[in-house]
C-alpha cells in the first residue's frame, strides 16, 4: 500500500510502498483511512525531536485518524505506540482506542481537530480539579491549538477567558471565539507584564501552549499583582513554541502557590487519554468546536509538509 515514509530525520517524508498491515489481534479490525491529520506532535515525531522518539528508521509519521471499517463504520482512532503510523492507505485499528462516528460525520474536520483540542480538553477535565465559574489564561492562544483552547474552556464553563498572543490579526478573533479579553505579548517586557498582571492577575489555570520566556515573564506578572498570592494558580505546560526551556527564579515558588505541571503522554495514563475521546468527538462532530481545515492529497506529502500554512489552519493528509 502506498504512505507517508520518513526515511531521514533531516527530510520530509516520501509517498511510498510499505507492506499492507494485517489485523490479527482480538480487538483489532483494518480500516480504510479517510484523514490523518499533521499535527506539530507528528512534525515532531518525524523529525526525532519528540521525547518518545527512538530514533528508528523508516516510520509512517500520523498518530490518530479518521478510518472506515469493511462494515461501513467510521472511526476516529488513536493508534498505539508500537503500531505503524496513520499517514498511510490503510491502517489496524485496535477498537479499544477508537470512537464511533455518527454517520455523515466529515472525517477531514474531526481528523484536523481531535488533536488539538484534546490538549486542553484534557488538561482541563483530567490534570486539575477545574470547576465552572473559574478563570482560564490561554498562552499562545492565536494558534490552532490556543484557538481551541479558548473556546474549550468556555464550554467547559470557565467564566473569564483572556487569551495571549503575538499575532494582532488573530488575537482581534478571539473575543468572537469566546474570549472575554486579549492580551499582545509582542512589545517591552514591562508593557507586556504590565498588561498580562491587569488581565489575568486572579487566573486560576494558565494553559501554556509557549513556554520558554514568555512563561517566566507572565507567572512572574500574574504572581505579582495577585490580589491573594496563597490562592493556588494551576500553569499546565502544554507546548513550547516560545523555547524547550525556561530559567525559574526561586521566589516565584515561595511568593506565591504556583502549581506548574504538564499535560502529555506519561503526564496522563494513557485510559485517562482515551476515555476523554468520546465526548471531545461528539463535539467536533455536532459542530460545537472545529477547525479550519487544508484537505491534501496523501501523494503530496512532501508539499504538505514543506508549505507554510496559516497558524489557525490544519493540514489533513487525504489517502
Same mark, same amino acid.
Given at each position: ?101 455518527? =454517520? #455523515?460525520? !466529515? @472525517?477531514?474536520?474531526? /481528523?484536523?481537530?481531535?488533536?488539538? +483540542?484534546?490538549?486542553?480538553? $484534557? %488538561? *482541563? ?38 487569551? =495571549? #498572543?503575538? !499575532? @494582532?490579526?488573530?488575537? /482581534?478573533?478571539?473575543?468572537?471565539? +469566546?474570549?472575554?479579553?486579549? $492580551? %499582545? *505579548? ?38 505579582? =499583582?495577585?490580589? !491573594? ?9 502544554? +507546548? ?45 462532530? =455536532? ?33
Amino acid at each position: 500500500m502506498h504512505a507517508a515514509v520518513v526515511h531521514s530525520f533531516d527530510a520530509p517524508p516520501r509517498y511510498d510502498t510499505v507492506p499492507d498491515p494485517v489485523a490479527s489481534g482480538e480487538h483489532q479490525v483494518l480500516v480504510d483511512v479517510l484523514a490523518a491529520g499533521l499535527h506539530p506532535r507528528v512534525r515532531s515525531a518525524a523529525d526525532g525531536s519528540h521525547y518518545t522518539s527512538d530514533g528508528t528508521l523508516p516510520l509512517v509519521p500520523g498518530i490518530d485518524a479518521v478510518g472506515r471499517t469493511p462494515d461501513g463504520e467510521l472511526l476516529y482512532f488513536v493508534a498505539a505506540d508500537s503500531a505503524p503510523g496513520t499517514m498511510a492507505e490503510r491502517a489496524v485499528v485496535d477498537r479499544r482506542r477508537a470512537v464511533a462516528l455518527p =454517520a #455523515g460525520t !466529515d @472525517p477531514a474536520a474531526v /481528523a484536523a481537530a481531535m488533536n488539538p +483540542g484534546m490538549s486542553s480538553w $484534557v %488538561a *482541563l477535565r483530567r490534570r486539575v480539579s477545574f470547576r465552572p465559574g473559574g478563570t482560564v489564561l490561554v498562552m499562545g492562544a492565536t494558534g490552532n491549538a490556543g484557538q481551541l483552547a479558548v473556546r474549550i474552556a468556555r464550554h467547559l464553563g470557565a467564566a473569564r477567558v483572556i487569551g =495571549a #498572543g503575538r !499575532d @494582532p490579526g488573530r488575537l /482581534a478573533l478571539l473575543k468572537g471565539l +469566546g474570549a472575554d479579553e486579549v $492580551v %499582545a *505579548l509582542d512589545g517591552d517586557d514591562r508593557d507586556v507584564a504590565d498588561r498580562l498582571g491587569r488581565a489575568a492577575a486572579d487566573a486560576d489555570v494558565v494553559l501554556d501552549y509557549l513556554w520558554g520566556p514568555p512563561a517566566v515573564l507572565a507567572m512572574t506578572a500574574l504572581l505579582t =499583582a495577585r490580589s !491573594d498570592r496563597a490562592k493556588a494558580l494551576a500553569w499546565i505546560q502544554i +507546548g513550547s513554541m516560545a523555547g524547550q526551556e525556561i530559567t525559574l527564579p526561586s521566589f516565584l515558588l515561595r511568593a506565591g502557590n504556583l502549581n506548574i505541571m504538564g499535560s502529555g503522554q506519561g503526564s496522563l495514563t494513557t485510559a485517562g487519554i482515551l476515555a476523554e475521546l468520546p465526548s471531545l468527538a461528539q463535539e467536533i462532530a =455536532a459542530g460545537t468546536l472545529a477547525v479550519d481545515v487544508l484537505p491534501v492529497p496523501l501523494d503530496q506529502v512532501e508539499q504538505a509538509w514543506n508549505t507554510p500554512v496559516d497558524p489557525g489552519r490544519r493540514v489533513v493528509l487525504t489517502p
